[in-house]
């Protein structure tokens, strides 16, 4: 049965449950902790690993090398994964396979100190695939659990209970971070304790979604002769023959290649940029606590905007949505590169963004 309220609620906490991770960890303290600790060890500029004519990974570029590394292994992944998605009944179970797997993976993140700033690398790209590759089986399950004409209304729903999860978590782990000293302990400890936090949010709230969501069978049966690799293959291979009949859609995914990877260039670097502009290069601390209040400043405006962009898409339609959001993406990306120079500008960036 489709549009059940308690499965619908499941699949919403799952937003709720990842976002508090994503914002806090990827989002926010991961990028400024792994380069300030990477920088204590070699430098500034420092290099970690040379390559030669190609060039080499320096402490600044280490934490955006290792981004990419985990967003290439995601799209490695992908045909397996959606195959399965399409192909088996075993959504749920990689779903939540996945989720715990990067769920402990975030918890050994308070490990990380010191020298061993490259095990903090590979616990972020393992984190980072798995809750990217959860989210690709958490996306298919909303054509199980709701019917068309309900599902742009649930998705903006998701997407407006993970800006709130975020936001609490940030606000949880600003406490903390603020209150470091008064409690005995050091600010490196405090992020730590953080990771570990949002992890164990994830984790604890995902139990929700796996207990209201019923598994469901294969969407498909997968032909005879064929494994989950070799049909996730197939299928790319005619989704693209498909689209050289249809110009139209295939521009579109060519545009949304390109502007989704800028949107989340932006946000990926986001705190390490704002890190090394405002604090580091000028001979400053890290200030973990500033970026925590400023990004839970975006959460709580994205949350609004998030319900506002949803009821404007139903006047303007979807497509002058989109092209309004990206001239306003334009614009930020603009403004921070040419003019980001105190704190105050920060702020009016971070609203700007959410």
């Known amino acids: 049965m489709k549009n059940d309220k308690r499965e619908i609620f499941g699949w919403v906490m799952y937003d709720w449950a990842n976002s508090a991770y994503y914002t806090t960890v990827i989002g926010v303290l991961i990028a400024p902790y792994l380069t300030s600790l990477a920088q204590a060890q070699v430098g500034e500029n420092g290099v970690i690993v040379d390559f030669g004519a190609l060039g080499a990974i320096t402490a600044k570029s280490l934490y955006s090398m290792t981004i990419v590394l985990g967003v290439s292994l995601q799209v490695l992944l992908m045909p397996f994964l959606g195959a399965i998605a399409d192909f088996s009944k075993l959504k749920k179970f990689f779903m939540a396979t996945l989720c715990y797997i990067g769920v402990v993976a975030g918890c050994c993140l308070f490990f990380v100190t010191g020298e061993n700033y490259l095990l903090g690398c590979l616990l972020l790209i393992i984190s980072n695939v798995c809750i990217g590759s959860s989210l690709l089986f958490y996306n298919a399950f909303l054509n199980d659990i709701t019917t068309e004409d309900k599902r742009e209304s649930t998705s903006s729903l998701g997407y407006a209970v993970g800006y709130l999860g975020g936001a ?159 001239i306003w993406w334009a614009g930020i990306v603009i403004f921070a590169y040419a003019s980001l120079r105190e704190t105050w500008q920060a702020w009016i960036l971070g609203a700007a963004i959410g």
């Open 168 to 326: 609490i978590m940030l606000a949880l782990n600003l406490v903390l971070i603020q209150n470091a000293e008064s409690l005995g302990i050091s600010r490196g400890l405090a992020v730590r304790l953080c990771f570990v936090s949002a992890a164990i949010w994830w984790g604890g709230f995902a139990l929700i979604t796996f207990a209201l969501i019923k598994t469901r069978g294969a969407a498909r049966e997968i032909p005879k002769g064929d494994n989950y690799f070799t049909i996730g293959i197939k299928e790319i291979r005619v989704t693209f023959g498909q689209l050289k009949r249809l110009r139209g859609t295939l521009l579109f995914l060519i545009a949304y290649l390109f502007y989704n990877d800028g949107i989340q260039t932006v946000i990926y670097q986001a705190s390490v940029f704002i890190d090394q502009e405002l604090f580091i290069a000028r001979g400053l601390p890290s200030d973990s606590g500033f970026l925590l209040l400023l990004f839970l400043e975006t959460q709580l405006v994205a949350m609004i905007g998030s319900i506002v962009l949803e009821r404007v898409a139903r006047v303007i339609g979807a497509k002058n949505t989109i092209l309004f959001s990206l």
